[in-house]
């Protein structure tokens, strides 16, 4: 379909990583539309952030070729969401960069979202402040200490460990961080006052890796009071819910949504039942409540009968033992789950029998599907039809899972045209290799691969020659699981493009490559 200010957005990704910029890109595909990204030349690079002044001037040219604006205030104001952490800007000289926001939308609609700071529960400093590799689970500690603290829930023990956190932290350390936050947390309230102005069409306030308690949490809740407060307009058009990297993609569906004037209809069926009451890990809320947030951040509606959707979500519902995925958990696991997700892959597959859509976010763990649910959804005996899927996913949080997979189900049941279903079909492909085949298999062996190597359990970011080889073993290995979902129907007649393999940010936690043949134009 020929490019038209009719189906095309301007997108300012959270970040330049393919999960913020080829994904809304392949999304948009399925519907038809085009999403056009600032040139790669400012889009910046991990700790480097964007080109601010060229992303500005990218908005300002290209502003009447677009339906709309989906913009990251992290990108705008920062150069991208790490900066916004690690950066000494001012409040006033990032505030004043939000600026061209109004000017643009009075051109064309802007929808704009904006992370409220993590707390990363990680002594790493890869995205964070430098001390964050001697401090970061302290830091964390201290943080979800001191809001329960300030709501009456600490338990024995608590604020003893609370006092001896605060006095061993550095106080310049400390200084520095809060800082930083306080600054963020204007940024979030100017974003409200423009809200309210009419200054942008529409606001999303996202939390990323948060948790029940912590300071993203405490800060959430003093926006969302200024929004219940004032009303109005602010209330219709703000919206605050756990996620980030899946943002971009949420809204360009939601827009896309919008456009039809006829919300997707979605019936939510979980897996284990019961478990819809569960917080998953890095959220701040039970699951089904993210699930509400996320349907509605991509512009659809919940439905109460399967025979009133447009697609039945199946959700692989949290594991209660809420932790990342470790081998052993399969034995573990296997005797208590098997049973229920045999029955849930029946019921899928039964809405399918009856003609309705299946769309598939498995959030039992976070970064990667669950390997027992996956091994039942792939053996050769499995009712589930996975090649006619309306979405699949299981990529880092429940959020982004989510996010994306009903993001691409609610686009993917109006695709009609062959080239909208082919480029459903190679999305599709995509989520099965990366989500499935190298977050819950590769990923591992990757970093053994590494230690086998070079003694170390990740690519030396430095060496060219380390991140050619760990990308051509990685291609080998991709190419194996494709042929194997190419049994189940999944990516049929693709390939992996010859040398196409690579680590976005030079580790191995991320992934990205190109398919070709069947949907050689469209990856």
Known sequence: MP????????????????????????????????VLLPPPEIRGFGRSGADR???AAWLRENAERAACVVASCDYLAYGNLINARISHDSAASVIARLSILAEINERCPVHAFSVITRVANANDCVEEPLYWVEWGTRFYRWAHLTHKAERGALVAGEDAERGELEAAIPPDLRSDWLTRRMRNHAVNVTLLDMASRGDVTSLALT?????????????????LDWVRLVGGRLSDCVQAYPGAD?????????????????APRVYVDYAIDPDRGVVARYEDRPVEQTVLGQIKACGAVVVYDPAQADFVLGVVTPNPAQDDYRPAYLERDRPVRTAPYEMFLARLAGYQAAGIAVALADVAYPNGGDPLFTSLMLAPTSPLKCDSLAA?????????????????????VRATAPEQQAAQRAFLAHRFLEDWGYQSVLRREARDECERL?????????????????ARFLESRLCEILEHLGARGV?????????????????????????????????
């Open 454 to 470: 070079w003694g170390t359990r990740e690519p030396d970011p430095a060496s060219d020659d380390q991140q050619d080889v760990i």
């Open 392 to 412: 699949y996913g299981a990529w880092n949080t429940a959020g982004n899972t989510l996010g994306v997979v009903i993001a691409q189900a609610t686009l993917a």
């Open 3 to 34: 490019e038209s200010r009719s189906n095309t957005i301007l997108l300012l990704p959270l970040d330049e990583r393919p999960v913020n910029t080829r994904y809304p890109e392949m999304l948009a595909r399925i519907a038809g539309w085009t």
């Open 53 to 55: 002044d060229g992303l």
């Open 246 to 262: 899946e943002v971009g993609s949420a809204l360009v569906a939601r827009v896309i949504n919008q456009a039809s004037q006829d």
């Open 491 to 523: 990516g049929k007649g693709a390939q992996i493009a010859t040398g196409s393999v690579r680590l976005p940010w030079r580790r191995t936690f991320e992934v990205d490559f190109e398919l070709y043949n069947a949907f050689a134009d469209l990856t």
């Open 207 to 223: 939390s990323d890796d948060t948790a029940p308690y912590g300071f993203s949490s405490r800060e959430r809740t003093w926006l």
